[in-house]
């Protein structure tokens, strides 16, 4: 909220970075599950993105979500971009192309999520379709391009936007026109932060591979299983890729805050206000030398904002953050959650991954990220490919949620959560590849028809 950061406490010194992160330990009995889904949003009548303002424009659709919520609407410059509930934390945020994302609150288990995320899509539902508003679960929106999208009203994107062009080819095409589910774990030490972060980053393609649903851009077949994945590789190597560092020895909270300090900057917000700071350095905020805040020194509060900024396959803040899959139908949403929560969250699975990943090479897990986006499963890995390891760690991530033993009210435990990805294994085809067989079968090449087909 306006104001709110000049109350953050000032860094005192290099520990606070590292005190920012490790505060995030604690007792698996305190771990919760957190999920994050962007959806596009669409009219039907014509067909066509969906404009910030206007009758039936995103704002209208703020409105009604916060008349029908109770949630409170969070303002930029006077603008709604997104709505709080005081009670969860939870929220409802917008991406710089009108993505509708629910940031989740955290939940006890995966029943909960998958109640949390209905609910969440019936009451958006109902609220868009007097709009002519629709949702559409994919990874990248099939038809329109960037410039066709219009930019919504967050002051930070209009740093954002530029800086990327600069600094990659594909940045603004991961702003305003892709889409993806998110996971936010918690760890309980430093040690099992370690585990966790080297366990899920290197088997951040897999997920992706499970999980590809972006085949289409510019009305076309784009030669990619995830072309959503693909705009990573080319948005800004500063600040993205597979963190080969957290595999070497002694890892910790320390070596992540010295990572972070050397990813350039993107804005500083004082009194509610974004101040452009694109490609300076954090190191030079901690020294008063940054040339826009000349003798002031960073925050808490700018610190934690700097860290959010940061997109590797999976992030450190309090907590990680899986960030590999391409946005899907609600049952996909609960299943990456599932898939995480039953590899990170069971000893005996956590354990089971670490030694299936440890003997890998940074050649390999490097190689495995660069060819996943094109080849998905069939991505050639040892003497193999992807789909053998895939169904491996599905297979230990049931066995996690068993070993878990929570049931929901009609006796099912978490598994049932996993249903999406044991039919991508039966199938051996990710949703992208269903998507392209219909695409080049009963279609025709018409893709306007999974606007209706990926609706949520």
Request: net charge negative; glycine share 8%; hydrophobic share 40%.
């Amino acid at each position: 909220m306006a104001g709110a950061e000049s109350i953050s406490p000032p860094i005192e010194s290099r520990a606070d970075l590292i005190e920012a992160m490790a505060k995030g330990s604690k007792p698996a009995s305190q771990w919760r599950i957190g999920t994050e889904h962007e959806k596009h949003v669409f009219h039907t009548d014509p067909l066509r993105p969906v404009a910030y303002e206007g009758p039936n424009g995103i704002r209208a659709l703020l409105d009604g979500m916060s008349a029908a919520t109770g949630w409170q609407p969070f303002l930029d410059e006077g603008n709604p971009i997104g709505l709080w509930d005081k009670d969860t934390m939870g929220g409802i945020s917008l991406e710089p192309g009108g993505q509708f994302e629910l940031s989740g609150a955290p939940q006890p288990d995966l029943h909960a999520t998958a109640h949390e995320t209905a609910e969440h899509i019936r009451v958006a539902k109902e609220v868009g379709a007097p709009l002519d508003i629709h949702f559409l679960g994919l990874g990248v929106t099939p038809l329109w391009s960037v410039a066709e999208i219009e930019r919504m009203p967050k002051s930070r994107y209009g740093i954002m936007a530029p800086y990327m062009d600069k600094v990659g080819t594909l940045g603004t095409s991961m702003m305003f026109r892709s889409c993806t589910v998110q996971t936010n774990l918690d760890f309980s030490s430093e040690a099992d932060m370690v585990k966790k972060l080297r366990v899920s980053l290197a088997l951040q393609p897999v997920a992706t591979a499970l999980f590809a649903n972006s085949p289409f851009v510019d009305g076309k077949d784009s030669g990619y299983l995830s072309y959503r994945s693909h705009i990573w590789l080319n948005t800004d190597n500063d600040r993205t890729g597979m963190l080969p560092f957290a595999f070497e020895e002694g890892f910790g909270f320390e070596q992540y805050a010295d990572y972070a300090l050397d990813v350039p900057m993107y804005f500083v917000l004082r009194d509610g206000h974004y101040i452009n700071v694109a490609g300076e350095s954090f190191r030079a905020f901690l020294k008063g030398e940054l040339p826009q805040l000349p003798g002031e020194k960073p925050t808490k509060r700018d610190w934690n904002y700097h860290l959010g900024t940061i997109f590797p396959e999976v992030r450190l803040k309090t907590f990680l953050e899986m960030r590999g899959a391409d946005m899907g139908d609600e049952k996909s949403v609960t299943a990456l959650s599932a898939f995480w929560v039953g590899l990170l969250y069971d000893e005996i699975s956590l354990e089971a991954a670490y030694e299936m990943i440890k003997p890998w090479t940074q050649a390999q897990r490097e190689e495995m990220r660069r060819e996943v986006p094109k080849h998905g499963l069939a991505t050639p890995f040892d003497r193999s490919n992807l789909y053998d390891i895939a169904a491996q760690a599905v297979g230990i991530a049931e066995a996690g949620l068993v070993r878990r033993g929570i049931r929901n009210a009609e006796g099912k435990d978490e598994t049932i959560h996993l249903a999406p990805l044991e039919e991508t294994i039966r199938l051996a085809k990710s949703p992208a590849e269903r998507w392209l067989d219909l695409y080049r079968g009963e279609w025709n090449g018409d893709l306007t028809k999974i606007f209706k087909a990926a609706e949520i």
